[in-house]
């Protein structure tokens, strides 16, 4: 278990502020934020590179604050790998227990173990000048690994990779996770990377931890417009709910949506477009939101299309190839937006 406790920490105009977070034995914790908010600062108090101004740093139930990062039994795999460029992938991945004098035999069985895992065992009389970025990001993580750490640090591990190989190797991290079970803390600034990864998550600004939780809760209820933001929401509207008789309305302009929140006055509502379902004539459906609309354009996404909407509110939709096809979607046709109460995040 991971404790980080009132944590400060001022590296000339930038400030970690206030760092409260518990990681669990054996989780999958990411870290997600824009550039520059401070998640890889995190990651070097946590490692003893960085003593915090204030607050403390808990590892096991042992309070580590003021140890050397070589006594927290820490694995850390920086963006850049840090190979070292004049040792082959073996010899990078026996550095630490060779200055350890770890016997030879046991040194084989875990290069063995890593090289097996990491899917390596070809590579190991390479040097890193000749890897692939995907086959030096392997090798760092089997540098990390070899020494059975508590604790696995990630800094941008899948940055310098190309879409494909990123979303293989996402898969190949949450296969190697569930066989060794170290607790491990990754930072990104993906969204869908956290997504695919983490068991719980937490979203940074400005030095700051704003939101926790899984990716679900943060995904479909972000805590502020920051949050929704970043997540991906396109949706975000000023709304009052006024009475607490009506506090199952939010009025949004001329537009009334059913939600499910008992805030009152003032509020933010945030709906994600892959929510929003695009109906040709008007559904009997369990869907207490349903609004006339008309396309106003269409816009490709990858293997979907954004609908921007006018349904007296603007709404983007998401939808696919097939349902343009099938309902021959187009500018200026006309359209109903249906959507679930639950679909209607207040905040």
Known sequence: MIRLCNIYKSLGDFKLKNINLTIEDNEYFVILGPTGTGKTVILEVIAGMYKPDHGEVWLNERNVTEEYPESRHIGFVYQDYMLFPH?????????????????????????????????????????????????????????????????????????????????????????????????????????????????????????????????????????????????GMENIFNGIISDESDARQVRIGPVQLRVASNLLGKVRVAIRSEDIIIAEDKLSSSAQNILPASITEIVPRGPFFKLFLDAGIPLVALVTRQAIDEMRLEPGKNVWAVFKTAAVHVF
């Not at 290069?111 to 760092?140: C, F, K």
């Open 87 to 231: 040792l082959n992938v073996e010899e990078n991945i026996l550095f630490a227990l060779k200055l350890k004098k770890t016997p030879a035999k046991i040194m084989k069985e875990k290069l063995e173990r890593m090289a097996t895992l990491l899917n390596i065992n070809h590579l190991l009389q390479r040097y890193p000048a000749t890897l692939s970025g995907g086959e030096q990001q392997r090798t760092a993580i089997a540098r990390a690994l070899v020494a059975e750490p508590d604790v696995l640090l990630l800094d941008e591990p899948l940055s310098a990779l190309d879409p494909r190989s990123k979303e293989v190797f996402q898969q190949e991290l949450k296969q190697i996770h569930r066989q060794i079970k170290t607790t491990t803390i990754h930072i990104t600034h993906d969204f869908n990377e956290a997504l695919v990864l983490a068991d719980r998550m937490g979203i940074m600004c400005n030095g700051e931890i704003v939101q926790v939780g899984s990716p679900e809760d943060v995904f479909h209820k972000p805590c502020s417009q920051f949050v929704a933001t970043f997540v």
